[in-house]
């Protein structure tokens, strides 16, 4: 046993760094059901997000979706958003007050789950890099 000690100090640094990587990987095996819980609990049980149309949106977000988008729901979307220079430090795209009060009643889900489909189909790097439009 002092043997293994002996030979086991030369090497208390990677002795400590194994500790700290088991105590990680414990953790993360721990809280795994957690995450789990959430995604039944709020994607199955309630439904899902209950906002699909955010308040604020940053330039590059906006790009991004636009990307996704045919020109008719682009055309639709942008006219729903401001821009905004002055609320954030990024460039950003804000909810116009008129539709916030409208927004309960429209539904893009349709745009969503069709964007999902294309990026699949042929991938978010193929998409962005030729600016199509879906």
């Known amino acids: ?13 990677a002795l400590l760094a194994i500790v700290a990587i ?22 199955i049980q309630q439904g899902g997000v209950e906002d699909h149309i955010p308040d604020a949106i940053s330039a590059e977000d906006m790009e991004t979706l636009l990307l996704f988008t045919s020109e008719k729901d682009g055309k639709t979307v942008l ?7 002055k ?27 069709y964007t999902n489909l294309r990026v699949k189909e042929q991938g978010f790097k193929t998409c962005k890099k030729s600016n199509m439009r879906l």
């Open 1 to 13: 046993m002092k043997n293994l000690f002996k030979y086991a100090s030369e090497h208390w640094k």
């Open 22 to 43: 088991l105590i990680v990987q414990a953790y993360c095996d721990l809280s795994l059901p957690a995450y789990t819980s959430d995604i039944v609990n709020v994607g």
């Open 79 to 85: 006219s729903a958003y401001e821009k905004d220079d």
């Open 87 to 113: 609320t954030y430090e990024e460039q950003a795209y804000v909810l116009k007050d008129s539709v916030k009060e409208a927004k309960k009643g429209i539904d893009f889900s349709h745009i969503w789950s």
